[in-house]
T-cell receptor, first 118, second 108 residues
Framework: GAGVSQSPSNKVTEKGKDVELRCDPI?????LYWYRQSLGQGLEFLIY????????KSGLPSDRFSAERTGGSVSTLTIQRTQQEDSAVYLC????????????????FGAGSRLTVL | AQRVTQPEKLLSVFKGAPVELKCNYS??????LFWYVQYSRQRLQLLLR??SRESIKGFTADLNKGETSFHLKKPFAQEEDSAMYYC??????????FGQGTTLQVKP
């Protein structure tokens, strides 16, 4: 695709339900990132996929959060037993994986999925 | 560990005034530094990278390794510069982390 696509754009759910957020990166981009954007917290790193390497999950806030990337392309972020504090905009971004300090490292962001937990 | 600090949540200036958005980082290796910007109702996008040493929309940023800073500057702010600005650091594993962001408000 021409850009990074995220779905759904908006999701309202009840506390305790599970949600899945999807990210379609730019074709050919081997690096994929998930971030959480909330008021007062800035852009919080969640997880980073790079090619076939094991993902860097160091930013996932709890074991209720998980993500996978199938076939090196589409990624799904799953939040189980949602809590009100999970309400935020979840951003996905992708990039080529280039050598350090190359233009290939620039991220292209999706529009985000706004999650509201009631 | 990688860390990016933007001490100001909000910076409000008048049109034509100079602007400096502060960014300090902590990283033991050789970092790549970026500034990303998010205008109202738009996607987050790259503004500039330290490696390019270029000026974008009148903004510049110099990497100061001694002070571990990468402050964003513009000599004369414009109303269209009003946006949220994020400083970011990419470590040698490819992981990219962001600061908490600074909202720049340029008043007419």
């Amino acid at each position: 695709g021409a850009g990074v696509s995220q779905s759904p754009s908006n999701k309202v759910t009840e506390k305790g339900k599970d949600v899945e957020l999807r990210c379609d990166p730019i074709s050919g981009h081997t690096a994929l990132y998930w971030y959480r954007q909330s008021l007062g917290q800035g852009l919080e790193f969640l997880i980073y996929f790079q090619g076939n390497s094991a993902p860097d999950k160091s930013g996932l806030p709890s074991d209720r959060f998980s993500a996978e990337r199938t076939g090196g392309s589409v990624s799904t972020l799953t939040i189980q037993r949602t809590q009100q504090e999970d309400s935020a905009v979840y951003l996905c971004a992708s990039s080529h994986s280039g050598t350090p300090n190359s233009g290939a490292n620039v991220l292209t962001f999706g529009a985000g999925s706004r999650l509201t937990v009631l | 560990a990688q860390r990016v600090t933007q001490p100001e949540k909000l910076l409000s200036v008048f049109k034509g005034a100079p602007v400096e958005l502060k960014c300090n980082y902590s990283y033991s290796g050789s970092p790549e530094l970026f500034w990303y910007v998010q205008y109202s109702r738009q996607r987050l996008q790259l503004l500039l990278r330290h490696i390019s040493r270029e000026s974008i929309k009148g903004f510049t940023a110099d990497l100061n390794k001694g002070e571990t800073s990468f402050h964003l500057k513009k000599p004369f702010a414009q109303e269209e510069d009003s946006a949220m600005y994020y400083c970011a650091l990419r470590g040698n594993t490819g992981k990219l982390i962001f600061g908490q962001g600074t909202t720049l408000q340029v008043k007419p």
